[in-house]
């Protein structure tokens, strides 16, 4: 350990430089104006992986955006650890709510401030220094490979076909992961479980062209209005969602598992402080962590219509948008929610008007078990560098292409996330603390220590 840590503080200044360069580049795979900075981003991180002692790295082309692959072996007789990451980020806008510019990395109070600072470039250059740390320490004791790939935040359409694609390229015997959170810096826990994913986007369209409020308003329906409507209706008094054959597949969690997921330390009060309301809501019968964790939900990520913007235009408009997600629990299938909410939206739309649903992206839901070799590596790595041993906890985030892993693959995953939930991913002024991205820099050369002896 004593090596682990010296080498860090050694490299400190070098480290925050080097993964600065990567959040440089604004790589946000949604939108195609940035191809050159998603092939950018991965050449840079091709070159990283070679400066840091990967046998050979290349970047490989797929459908859409590349995928940077690298490896090291060291003894064919040794476990191999395959490490996934993506470059790829989340959009900025609005851009007036950032205090700094997204792409232009700032450090304050202790924490980096950038778009990709902790999801998922600083969590995923951890990964690449502690393999150079361990490269250059003599202390890699274990075969790696990386598969970091530039399209996870639009739901990874490519990887599950070069998965099946280089399937012998990818042998290994872990998949390890860090794009999740811990409960705090002093409340270390490991993500036991992720929920599954529903995005789809509707339209609604009423008149052939948008009207005068005055002259048609109240005698011709408006698709805001009625989209609106809608929508609230797609959940009930109890906020219990209302499709049809929605929670047919849902497994309850007994009353056991329940009681144990409330020993993690979580206060109401700090919650709602943090977040500025003054009450929570959700699914009645279930606590706030289990509502996240355990339950599927259902939310309005966007919605539009009509004039937006400065001053009045006062006009009924000939169209409402609205994008929706729905964040499922396993056994929950994607693309049989897809289908249920599609027909009931159809279904149920409004006389006089027209519809449109389509399927953005999607997957399933994941969960790790606790009585394996890579979840004992990663409770015994973090306890020894926190001082304290990890909580096995459940996500409410999802990673879709996880349970594609173990199909395509045959290989389980390993979630050893070393973010917080106030890092603010995928929101104006997403952060990282330095304390989180060094200790995870240490923490990992402990995995491939303790896992390599648990496969010995």
Not at 175 to 181: N, Q, R, V, Y
Not at 430 to 451: A, D, V
Request: glycine share 8%.
């Amino acid at each position: 350990m004593e090596t682990i840590k010296n080498y860090v503080e050694s490299h400190k200044a070098r480290f925050l430089e080097e993964l600065f360069e990567l959040i440089r580049i604004p790589s946000i795979s949604a939108i195609k104006e940035h191809s050159d900075d998603m092939r950018k981003a991965a050449e840079l991180l091709k070159d990283s992986l070679i400066k840091a002692g990967a046998d050979q790295a290349e970047v490989k082309s797929t459908s859409g955006w590349p995928v940077v692959y690298g490896y090291k072996m060291i003894d064919e007789s040794l476990p191999t650890v395959l490490v996934y990451g993506h470059y790829d980020v989340q959009p900025v806008e609005p851009l007036d709510l950032w205090d700094s510019p997204p792409f232009e990395p700032e450090v304050r109070d202790g924490k980096i401030f950038a778009r990709g600072a902790d999801d998922d470039k600083g969590q995923l250059f951890m990964h690449l220094k502690a393999f150079e740390l361990m490269n250059r320490t003599g202390t890699l004791a274990c075969n790696v490979k990386f598969m970091i790939e530039g399209e996870e935040e639009i739901g990874s359409p490519n990887l599950k076909e070069f998965c099946r694609q280089h399937k012998e390229m990818l042998k290994a015997d872990i998949i390890l992961i860090s794009d999740t959170t811990m409960i705090a810096q002093d409340i270390p826990s490991i993500t036991v479980g992720l929920r599954g994913l529903s995005y789809l986007e509707v339209e609604m369209t009423g008149p052939n062209r948008d009207l005068h409020s005055g002259l048609y308003g109240g005698a011709v329906g408006n698709p805001a209005n009625l989209l609106a409507k809608m929508i609230a209706s797609l959940t009930d008094e109890n906020n219990h969602i209302t499709i049809p054959g929605f929670y047919d597949d849902v497994v309850e969690v007994s009353g056991n598992e329940r009681a144990e997921m409330a020993k993690a330390p979580f206060r109401l009060e700090d919650y709602k402080k943090a977040l500025d309301i003054t009450e929570v809501t959700g699914e009645k019968g279930y606590s706030t962590n289990e509502r996240t964790g355990i339950r599927p939900s259902l939310d309005v990520n966007g919605i539009w219509s009509g004039y937006t913007g400065e001053g009045a235009k006062t006009v009924l408009p000939s169209k409402a948008h609205a994008k929706i997600s729905m964040r499922l629990v396993p056994n929950q299938e994607s693309k049989k929610i897809d289908a249920l909410f599609i027909d009931h939206f159809m279904k149920n739309a409004p006389e006089g008007t027209k519809v449109k649903v389509k399927s953005l992206h999607g997957g399933q839901g994941y969960v790790t078990p606790i009585n394996f070799p890579a979840y004992r590596a990663a409770s015994n790595a973090i306890e020894q560098s926190f001082g304290k041993k990890p909580i096995p906890v459940r996500s409410g985030g999802s990673i879709p292409i996880v349970s594609d892993f173990e199909e395509v693959l045959g290989i389980k995953s390993i979630l050893m996330g070393f973010g917080l939930d106030s890092d603010a991913i995928h929101s104006p002024n997403e952060n990282y603390p330095l304390f989180n991205f060094y200790k995870g820099i240490e923490t990992i050369p402990l995995f491939y220590r303790f896992f390599a002896s648990e496969m010995k």
